[in-house]
């Protein structure tokens, strides 16, 4: 029997066969897969269910996985010499233009949508009816009357079919202005030479150029990386950049750092990489199409005109019957000749238009757009008129904390050395220079940090700075007290910080020797969370400089400065350090990529606790307000936090989103399922109506539990990374 042989279609409407090694069963109904897109759609999904993974677009969904070998076979392309001229050209006709495509409807079906809606059906009905009065029903004495109404009615229909393509065109906008981020003109190799070219000419297998400043043109797979970072906030809304890396470290592909997206900026450095997918193929792209074809349900606005449209024509129409039966049943046999059937005609038209509010579509546009004119001036781009009586509707408001509650500018307010808290008021150069440990601190707070000062000519705290708002403050402070050590020490490797790892690590060689760092010997250091870090150390810092075992006692004493800062809205950050050996730091010189180096970090577990920081991020001015006046407005609001339960908790009750000193957790409710009284949730004390849910506990609610967490008024959510 013959091989079956299975073909997908791609994005160029050309088929492809699917191998039958990578044909994959269908996963059982009780599986479900959650989705990034629809059609092709990239996925991502638990471990457990990978073997579930439909087999769609290879290139597109692996491209960011490939080894480079791989990366030239797949794409048929030369990372020296580009593509060759002839081979643009075939593939030009193969995929098309690199332009982002959209359905438009047809301008004569938009026209005709317009002319019958709201209210226009019964004013054209209304109008055809006066005319019929005039000629031929009016005959031999036409009342000129008829016609001068008629023309008044559809001069109304035409009035109200205009302000409904306002609002149409409106909606319009949003799309246009995703067209506008792509990049006119961009540098490729092509034919062994770099050339400026079009945006719209690139094709998928092209070696496109990045330089500081310059927009991406399309999906690129990183082949070449100097300290390149971008700025991905149009697709992932997080402001900090993200540094560009040629490692295949992620397996998600929106996460993943050899990807250059469509559209992001490239903030400094430079690099090279190879255009895995245009167009509407593009992570861009599919948000387009996602918003084109995107079915719109009518807003509560829309369904209120639509039931009061109704109401009054069906108001109308009733009027019309009564008239139409009191005529014909009495007046007319009664008082014949008294109300002739085309007087009775214009009555019937006067009686229809008089239930007819014409100056209602221009009200409403009108408030419309005044209230869109005033979102605009707060940066808030609308993309249909009909969405902003929405948010009147509106009854929960999740937000994230840094950036939007809180003004994302970290200021030191406290830190120890080990366990020992220090008072900042102590310190100066002197004292620092009599206490080797709160040296060693603030060192390391310098040294594992990748801020930078823009100028050194201001004083410290009005200087401008590139990097994270924590960096920033560490900068600050280190820098106050210290001045610049970076000519102390040269960085052989680093980790950035990232939400999967909660850490970031930087390995450096120091320059002059000391007791505590040998020179030629490098030096380990690690920022990020102290429940992650704490577990790979072995060793903890005293104030006197030496170290000692960390033991339960040394465990528990940091805690409890963590949970105290914590509880007092302050971000908590735990430092570590470890002195590698000649031949340790050898290897470490010799590793040639960041999966390798984060294997070797995950592996060590006996790092030093130098300290504990604590970082205070300020409410924005009147955000407490804010949320008071949603919450008199009958919305509740949420909070959404990456941090430490305790500071999220302790920035909720600032912000004004938690009022009680008391919240339940997940816990108790699964224990005890609560009833809803009033709109709260009744628990022993009947006092509590704020929950604090973690992220990992979100998966597991089945639907009965989300019933009974959404009951809450106030809640506070950390998520999972």
């Known amino acids: 029997m013959s091989e079956k042989k299975i073909f997908y279609q791609d994005g160029a409407n050309s088929l492809k066969q699917i191998h039958p090694e990578n044909i994959l069963p269908v996963p059982p109904s009780n599986i479900k897969l959650p989705t990034l897109f629809s059609g092709q759609n990239l996925i991502e999904i638990p471990s457990d269910t990978k073997q579930y993974l439909p087999v769609t677009s290879p290139e597109a969904i692996t491209s960011h996985m490939m080894t480079i070998t791989k990366l030239i076979n797949e794409f048929e392309t030369d990372l020296v010499h580009g593509l060759q001229s002839s081979s643009v050209t075939e593939r030009l006709k193969l995929y098309g233009k690199n332009v982002l495509l959209t359905k438009q409807r047809s301008w004569v079906l938009k026209i005709l949508g317009y002319l019958i809606s709201g209210f226009c059906p019964l004013l054209w009905v209304c109008g055809t009816i006066c005319i019929l009065a005039w000629e031929p029903f009016g005959f031999p004495n036409p009342q000129q009357i008829n016609l001068g109404l008629a023309a008044i009615l559809y001069f109304v229909a035409l009035i109200q079919a205009f302000f409904t393509g306002l609002q149409d065109f409106t909606s319009s906008k949003i799309l246009k202005s995703i067209k506008k981020m792509v990049p006119n003109f961009s540098t490729v190799i092509r034919d062994s030479k770099e050339i400026t070219i079009p945006a719209e000419n690139i094709v998928i297998g092209d070696i496109v150029v990045l330089s500081s400043g310059m927009k991406v043109p399309a999906d690129i797979r990183l082949i070449e990386a100097f300290d390149l970072t971008m700025d991905k906030s149009i697709l992932t809304g997080e402001s900090d950049p993200v540094e560009g890396s040629i490692e295949v470290v992620e397996t998600s592909f929106i996460e993943a750092k050899n990807i250059a997206f469509m559209s992001t900026l490239v903030i400094t450095g430079k690099g090279k990489g190879v255009v895995v997918a245009t167009s509407n193929k593009t992570f861009l792209g599919r948000i387009s199409d996602d918003v084109t074809k995107a079915k719109e349900l009518p807003t509560s606005i829309q369904l209120e005109i639509r039931r009061f449209v109704l109401l009054l024509t069906s108001c109308a129409l009733v009027a019309a019957l009564i008239l139409i039966v009191g005529w014909g049943a009495w007046l007319n046999k009664s008082y014949p000749g008294f109300l002739t059937p085309i007087n009775l005609i214009d009555n019937l038209i006067g009686l229809l238009v008089s239930f007819i509010p014409e100056g209602l579509p221009f009200c409403i546009a009108l408030g419309l757009l005044i209230m869109a004119k005033k979102m605009a001036e707060n940066k808030i781009l609308v993309k249909n008129l009909s969405i902003i009586e929405t948010l009147g509707c509106l009854n929960v408001l999740a937000s994230d904390k840094t950036g939007t509650l809180t003004e994302n500018k970290m200021t030191v307010r406290s830190f120890s050395v080990g366990s020992k808290e220090i008072a900042i008021s102590n310190l100066n150069t002197q004292y620092i220079k009599e206490h080797d440990a709160i040296n060693q601190f603030i060192s390391a707070t310098l040294i594992c940090n990748n801020a930078k000062f823009e100028d050194d000519v201001m004083p410290i705290s009005s200087r401008k700075a590139k990097g994270d708002a924590t960096d920033i403050s560490l900068l600050q402070f280190g820098t106050e007290y210290l001045g610049n050590i970076q000519d102390s020490y040269t960085v052989v490797k680093e980790i950035p910080f ?109 790092f030093c606790v130098v300290g504990l920081v604590g970082l205070v991020d300020p409410p924005r001015e009147g955000i407490d307000e804010v949320v008071k006046m949603c919450r008199d407005a009958g919305i509740r609001v949420f909070m959404v936090t990456g941090d430490f339960q305790a500071t999220a908790l302790a920035v909720a009750k600032l912000t004004g989103i938690l009022t009680n000193d008391y919240h339940d957790s997940l816990t108790e409710i699964l224990d005890n399922p609560k009833q809803p009284n009033e709109g709260n949730v009744v628990i022993a004390n009947g006092a509590s109506r704020s929950l604090a849910l973690n992220g990992d506990q979100l998966t597991k609610l089945s639907d009965d539990d989300w019933i009974n967490v959404l009951k809450y008024d106030e809640i506070v959510s950390l998520v999972m990374v």
């Open 498 to 606: 990232n939400s999967v790892n909660k850490w970031m690590m930087k390995t450096v060689a120091m320059e002059k020797s000391t007791d505590e760092h040998p020179s030629g010997e490098l030096v380990m250091m690690m920022k990020g969370a102290p429940d992650i870090i704490i577990s790979k150390c072995k060793f903890i810092l005293k104030e006197n400089g030496e170290k000692e075992a960390l033991n339960l006692s040394n465990f528990q004493e940091l805690m409890e400065l963590q949970s105290k800062w914590a509880s007092q809205a302050r971000r908590v950050l735990l430092l570590a350090s470890r002195i590698c050996t000649s031949a340790e730091s050898e290897s470490i010189k010799k590793i040639s990529s960041a999966r390798e180096m984060e294997d070797k970090v995950r592996t060590t577990n006996d």
